[in-house]
T-cell receptor, first 113, second 113 residues
Framework: DAKTTQPPSMDCAEGRAANLPCNHS???????VYWYRQIHSQGPQYIIH???NNETNEMASLIITEDRKSSTLILPHATLRDTAVYYC??????????????FGKGTHLIIQP | GAVVSQHPSRVICKSGTSVKIECRSL??????MFWYRQFPKQSLMLMAT?????????EQGVEKDKFLINHASLTLSTLTVTSAHPEDSSFYIC?????????FGPGTRLTVT
């Protein structure tokens, strides 16, 4: 799986949009970009994933650059409960859940009141 | 979304004893389950992959005789930490594959005294 690079930490004001970047310059054509988050002392939670088109669900939006070398996770209206470590993971989705995930250090997003 | 539970959520045991942690997929059948370990201020590290009815596959550096994994049914996998030592104290998290995604349990905090 391709390697990802994320800033170690970010702050965002409550109610504002939180934009979390991720670089994955070595991504392969069949690799998807996945985002998970981990709230303190809990298991990771799936957020969203995409291949090359932008994706949106009830939690977030995922913007993938045209060359697919980077992406941005957007939480449109951040709340205090969004404070967590956010992990960007690149993997081959065709394997489904057949392989374990490789977690990097992620971005610790802190939502400020 | 799919629900994965773990039991117990927290356990304290004496050095030299064994501890069993259960991971259950509550509303779906999981042919594959994974076990991760997370030390304080670190990211999740995959320990092993567990397939129903077959032997688990361990990651490099994980002792299979120390961390016994049993996946006897499509909804239950167990991790037994044998002869636990203080350095085994960690946050143990399982995940289960369902609908081509991985769903994580809430984690088990193990403290070995």
């Amino acid at each position: 799986d391709a390697k990802t690079t994320q800033p170690p930490s970010m702050d965002c004001a409550e109610g504002r949009a939180a934009n979390l970047p991720c670089n994955h310059s070595t991504i392969s054509g069949n690799e998807y970009v996945y985002w998970y988050r981990q709230i303190h002392s809990q298991g990771p939670q799936y957020i969203i994933h995409g291949l090359k088109n932008n994706e949106t669900n009830e939690m977030a939006s995922l913007i993938i650059t045209e060359d697919r070398k980077s992406s941005t996770l957007i939480l449109p209206h951040a709340t205090l409960r969004d404070t967590a470590v956010y992990y960007c993971i690149v993997r081959v989705a065709s394997k489904g859940g057949a392989d374990g995930l490789t977690f990097g250090k992620g971005t610790h997003l802190i939502i400020q009141p | 979304g799919a629900v994965v539970s773990q039991h117990p959520s927290r356990v304290i045991c004496k050095s030299g004893t064994s501890v069993k942690i259960e991971c259950r997929s509550l509303d779906f059948q999981a042919t594959t389950m994974f076990w991760y370990r997370q030390f304080p201020k670190q990211s999740l590290m995959l320990m092993a992959t567990s397939n129903e009815g077959s032997k688990a596959t361990y990651e490099q550096g994980v002792e299979k005789d120390k961390f016994l994994i049993n996946h006897a049914s499509l909804t239950l996998s167990t991790l037994t930490v044998t002869s636990a030592h203080p350095e085994d104290s960690s946050f143990y998290i399982c995940s289960a594959t369902g609908l081509n995604e991985q769903y994580f349990g809430p984690g088990t905090r193990l403290t070995v005294t």
